[in-house]
């Protein structure tokens, strides 16, 4: 039926009218549908009444737009009569694309668009959802998916599950989708189109998306086996803390064990490499190594009594130099044995020995390679002038003291013990502060030529008035005393010449119970005669009983035993000159000293 609307062909669904143009669409405008004009509906929001018409059919046409008057949905017939056929195709502007490639060919076998990507379903409020992941490549996170077109009133949307976090730690992954549209196939009404699930690292290209959308995800590829960035952090964070409680722990520990220890090693500390064992002849050990191979220890032993001293070598022959009171334990029957530095024994024999003097010589024989020790002149010693004494105090061998000579001709007595004065000696000793003990006696007094200035015999012992043998005393305290080599010679050459000593004598008898100051001739001599001896040396000279004799060759004289000692340090036959008094008158004598045999 006619209803006077206009006639001929329907314009077609691609065709894009003109408000210029007011007839019908000709065959020029006629375009051939492509497959998939069903997903382009789908797309735009209109269902599809009926599947789309394969390659190379027309499509139908949409209805136009009623007119006023017209129900909506209602068809609008063509003329009456007069059926449409489509004339001949128009010829393209452009040549054809062999290719098909729009939008110069005709529709060819396109592809299907990719659907829209749409936001995931937003978890229900105070869910925690794990931040975007960025990638090694840098790129940041993921651009939002463009937002979803909207729903026509009265479509129902289907409800989207609740996601629950997966085992592996995943928060709320995407919900399942239903199976992807296939081509041509129509939707079903009142849904819309699902969004695939991204489980890979390339995301779905949408040509209508938003611009600068990323063609992949720039970090790990969603699912079940990633694992938040925000858990592997703590891991880390915990075991750094770990382990640098552990390394703090090891570090004081060790801290501590070097503190206490100085180290982690075994301690070794620097010491000097050997020397070549040169020392200065002048010097303590060099005048030690000089002297020790001259130097001997004695043993002697007796019927009551034994004891041990120090001797040093004379001569090549054997003969040693000691003194008495060390060889006096032996008696006449004794045993004596003398060490060498060096540790040979050898048995010896006394010589000769004189308890004026204290002064011994004994001999070993069968002994070679004997050192003597040169002798000095102990009339050259001057006071602070170096010493060392060897002996072996206490049994000590080859000991070496050091020390000065402290005094010169100190005048001392020693011994007499018998009680009768025939073991009393007398010496014009050289003080000094070496230590001397009990053995040193009879050892050697060297000077920095390591030659022998003294024989060592006597120590002051603390709170006595007078020289003992240090044998008789518990220890120095640094007054010992050494007879002078040069009376120690003259001694020594008459015993071993001998046998005896001779005493230079001035023929007097002193009164030694005297106080005065000075040594006073008594009153009466041995065997109740004159305390002159006739035609003796004092008795030439005019000495008299009763005179005071005050000094002897300019040194004062302040007792009788003091005038024995000064007697005693010359030789027989030195002239002496006295000064005395007689009668409160000072007088001066010369004399020439006699000689009387020793004991």
């Known amino acids: 039926m006619d209803d006077g609307k206009p006639s001929g062909p329907k314009a077609k669904w691609w065709s894009r009218p003109s408000t210029e143009r007011t007839g019908p669409a000709g065959p020029e405008d006629a375009m051939p549908v492509a497959d998939g004009s069903h997903d382009a509906a789908v797309l735009n929001g209109a269902p599809a009444a009926e599947p789309a018409p394969g390659a190379g059919e027309a499509a139908p046409v949409p209805p136009p737009a009623a007119e006023p008057g017209t129900a909506a949905g209602e068809a609008v017939p063509a003329s009456a009569g007069e059926p449409f056929t489509p004339g001949p195709r128009a010829r393209p502007l452009h040549a054809p694309d062999e290719y098909s490639t729009p939008p110069y060919g005709g529709?060819?076998?396109?592809?299907?668009?990719?659907?829209?990507?749409?936001?995931?379903?937003?978890?229900?409020?105070?869910?925690?959802?794990?931040?975007?992941?960025?990638?090694?490549?840098?790129?940041?996170?993921?651009?939002?998916?463009?937002?979803?077109?909207?729903?026509?009133?009265?479509?129902?949307?289907?409800?989207?599950?609740?996601?629950?976090?997966?085992?592996?730690?995943?928060?709320?992954?995407?919900?399942?989708?239903?199976?992807?549209?296939?081509?041509?196939?129509?939707?079903?009404?009142?849904?819309?189109?699902?969004?695939?699930?991204?489980?890979?690292?390339?995301?779905?290209?949408?040509?209508?998306?938003?611009?600068?959308?990323?063609?992949?995800?720039?970090?790990?590829?969603?699912?079940?086996?990633?694992?938040?960035?925000?858990?592997?952090?703590?891991?880390?964070?915990?075991?750094?803390?770990?382990?640098?409680?552990?390394?703090?722990?090891?570090?004081?520990?060790?801290?501590?064990?070097?503190?206490?220890?100085?180290?982690?090693?075994?301690?070794?500390?620097?010491?000097?490499?050997?020397?070549?064992?040169?020392?200065?002849?002048?010097?303590?050990?060099?005048?030690?190594?000089?002297?020790?191979?001259?130097?001997?220890?004695?043993?002697?032993?007796?019927?009551?009594?034994?004891?041990?001293?120090?001797?040093?070598?004379?001569?090549?022959?054997?003969?040693?130099?000691?003194?008495?009171?060390?060889?006096?334990?032996?008696?006449?029957?004794?045993?004596?044995?003398?060490?060498?530095?060096?540790?040979?024994?050898?048995?010896?024999?006394?010589?000769?020995?004189?308890?004026?003097?204290?002064?011994?010589?004994?001999?070993?024989?069968?002994?070679?390679?004997l050192k003597p020790l040169q002798l000095g002149n102990s009339d050259n010693v001057q006071v602070g002038d170096p010493v060392v004494a060897i002996g072996a105090p206490f049994d000590l061998s080859n000991t070496v003291t050091a020390g000065i000579i402290s005094a010169k001709e100190r005048p001392i007595t020693a011994g007499g013990e018998k009680g009768d004065g025939t073991d009393v000696s007398y010496v014009d000793a050289l003080q000094t502060d070496a230590p001397i003990n009990p053995g040193n006696s009879g050892g050697p007094l060297v000077d920095a030529e390591a030659r022998v200035i003294g024989i060592n015999s006597a120590i002051r012992a603390a709170g006595s008035g007078s020289a003992a043998p240090e044998g008789?005393?518990?220890?120095?305290?640094?007054?010992?005393?050494?007879?002078?080599?040069?009376?120690?010679?003259?001694?020594?050459?008459?015993?071993?010449?001998?046998?005896?000593?001779?005493?230079?004598?001035?023929?007097?008898?002193?009164?030694?119970?005297?106080?005065?100051?000075?040594?006073?001739?008594?009153?009466?001599?041995?065997?109740?005669?004159?305390?002159?001896?006739?035609?003796?040396?004092?008795?030439?000279?005019?000495?008299a009983t009763g005179d005071i004799i005050t000094a002897v060759d300019g040194r004062r004289v302040h007792s009788g035993e003091e005038l024995i000692v000064k007697i005693r340090a010359h030789r027989p036959g030195d002239r002496l000159d006295l000064r005395l008094t007689r009668d409160g008158k000072d007088l001066s004598v010369t004399l020439t000293l006699g000689s009387a045999s020793g004991t």
Do not use: C
């Open 107 to 369: 529709p060819g076998p396109w592809a299907p668009a990719p659907p829209v990507q749409r936001p995931l379903p937003t978890p229900a409020h105070g869910t925690p959802v794990p931040p975007p992941h960025a990638g090694p490549s840098g790129h940041g996170t993921i651009a939002p998916a463009p937002p979803a077109p909207p729903v026509h009133a009265g479509a129902s949307v289907p409800a989207q599950p609740s996601a629950q976090p997966s085992a592996q730690g995943d928060a709320y992954p995407p919900p399942p989708l239903p199976a992807p549209l296939q081509h041509g196939a129509p939707p079903q009404p009142g849904s819309l189109p699902s969004v695939p699930q991204q489980t890979s690292q390339w995301l779905r290209y949408d040509p209508w998306g938003a611009p600068q959308q990323p063609l992949s995800h720039p970090g790990p590829a969603l699912g079940n086996d990633a694992v938040p960035r925000k858990g592997r952090r703590g891991s880390v964070l915990v075991g750094a803390m770990l382990l640098a409680l552990v390394a703090g722990g090891i570090g004081g520990g060790i801290g501590a064990y070097v503190e206490r220890n100085g180290g982690l090693t075994t301690v070794e500390l620097p010491q000097a490499g050997r020397d070549s064992g040169g020392r200065a002849p002048d010097s303590v050990a060099g005048i030690a190594a000089s002297a020790l191979p001259g130097v001997v220890t004695l043993h002697v032993s007796g019927s009551a009594e034994s004891g041990t001293g120090t001797g040093f070598v004379l001569d090549n022959k054997g003969h040693i130099l000691t003194n008495n009171h060390v060889v006096a334990p032996a008696g006449s029957a004794g045993d004596i044995t003398v060490t060498f530095s060096g540790g040979e024994t050898a048995p010896a024999e006394i010589v000769g020995k004189d308890s004026g003097y204290d002064l011994a010589v004994v001999k070993v024989t069968g002994v070679t390679n």
């Open 472 to 543: 008789g005393q518990s220890g120095s305290i640094g007054l010992g005393f050494a007879i002078p080599i040069n009376q120690g010679k003259r001694v020594a050459e008459e015993l071993i010449n001998t046998g005896k000593a001779t005493h230079p004598v001035i023929g007097v008898t002193l009164d030694m119970q005297f106080t005065g100051d000075g040594a006073k001739v008594g009153g009466k001599g041995a065997g109740g005669g004159s305390a002159v001896t006739a035609d003796g040396p004092a008795d030439k000279a005019g000495i």
